[in-house]
């Protein structure tokens, strides 16, 4: 068990609500993990005032005002130093690093998907998985590799598809879980309970399930 609790840095890009879960789950005592600086590469985004709201350090580094991601990279970097950042949680953020900067962090950075990676990654993936006849969907937090949306996978959280669902309706549904799954990858990282061998995740003490889950139920609708 480490001493101390573990600095986080969370880079966002918009509204900020799984910024909002990792505030809350943080917010509780006992929870062996503290967010102490905010990161977005947008002016004027939510997420931003999440964080003022909590009285937590936030800075913009807005990426239009940079020849190439390299300097843009650069400067994150030294304010994460500045904030003795020792953990990235990237929280809807549109941005794509560079293998520098990721390596700099390996092992130390994770990030939340909403699909069941290895498939459907990039954007768009709610209505890809629709249109490709899926009966399931969810999200995923993986620690951050070079290649986007690669990674060794801490958690997932399956969402059956519906028949009526569009992009947006399985987004809603997703989004709720991905509120669940990111805080606790988060306080398991900050406990010294998970593991990397090679392209897998061990979590010690963990419970895995048994059930199954149906989708479209094999019960007949009364």
Same mark, same amino acid.
């Given at each position: #068990?480490?001493?101390?609790?573990?600095?986080?840095? &969370?880079?966002?890009?918009?509204?900020?609500?799984?910024?909002?879960?990792?505030? %809350?789950?943080?917010? &509780?005592?006992?929870?062996?993990?503290?967010?102490?600086?905010?990161?977005? !590469?947008?002016?004027? /985004?939510?997420?931003?005032?999440?964080?003022?709201?909590?009285?937590?350090?936030?800075?913009?580094?807005?990426?239009?005002?940079y020849?190439?991601?390299?300097?843009?990279?650069?400067?994150?970097? $030294?304010?994460?130093?500045?904030?003795?950042?020792?953990?990235?949680?990237?929280?809807?953020? #549109?941005? @794509?690093?560079?293998?520098?900067f990721?390596?700099?962090?390996?092992?130390? #950075?994770?990030?939340?998907?909403?699909?069941?990676?290895?498939?459907? $990654?990039? @954007?768009? /993936?709610?209505?890809?998985?629709?249109?490709?006849?899926?009966?399931?969907?969810?999200?995923?937090?993986?620690?951050?590799?070079?290649? #986007?949306?690669?990674?060794?996978?801490?958690?997932?959280?399956v969402?059956?598809?519906?028949?009526?669902?569009?992009? %947006?309706?399985?987004?809603?549904?997703? @989004?709720?879980?991905?509120?669940?799954?990111?805080?606790?990858?988060?306080?398991? /990282?900050?406990?010294?309970? /998970?593991?990397?061998?090679?392209?897998?995740?061990?979590?010690?003490?963990?419970?895995?399930?048994?059930?199954g889950?149906?989708?479209?139920?094999?019960?007949?609708? !009364?």
């Amino acid at each position: #068990m480490r001493e101390g609790k573990l600095k986080v840095g &969370v880079l966002v890009s918009g509204s900020g609500s799984n910024l909002q879960a990792l505030i %809350d789950a943080c917010a &509780v005592p006992g929870h062996p993990a503290e967010i102490v600086l905010v990161i977005s !590469n947008r002016p004027g /985004v939510r997420a931003l005032d999440r964080a003022k709201t909590a009285s937590i350090p936030a800075v913009v580094f807005d990426h239009k005002n940079y020849p190439d991601r390299a300097s843009f990279d650069a400067d994150m970097q $030294k304010a994460l130093d500045a904030a003795d950042v020792e953990f990235i949680c990237l929280a809807g953020f #549109m941005r @794509l690093l560079t293998t520098e900067f990721v390596e700099h962090w390996g092992g130390r #950075m994770i990030n939340i998907h909403p699909s069941l990676l290895p498939s459907f $990654k990039g @954007l768009n /993936v709610q209505q890809r998985a629709i249109d490709a006849g899926a009966r399931f969907s969810g999200c995923t937090v993986h620690f951050v590799t070079p290649e #986007m949306d690669v990674g060794p996978i801490i958690q997932q959280a399956v969402v059956p598809i519906h028949q009526d669902d569009t992009g %947006d309706t399985l987004a809603a549904r997703i @989004l709720v879980q991905e509120h669940r799954i990111y805080p606790a990858s988060l306080r398991w /990282v900050a406990e010294g309970r /998970v593991r990397v061998e090679g392209e897998r995740v061990f979590l010690n003490d963990a419970v895995y399930p048994d059930t199954g889950l149906l989708n479209p139920s094999p019960e007949q609708a !009364n």
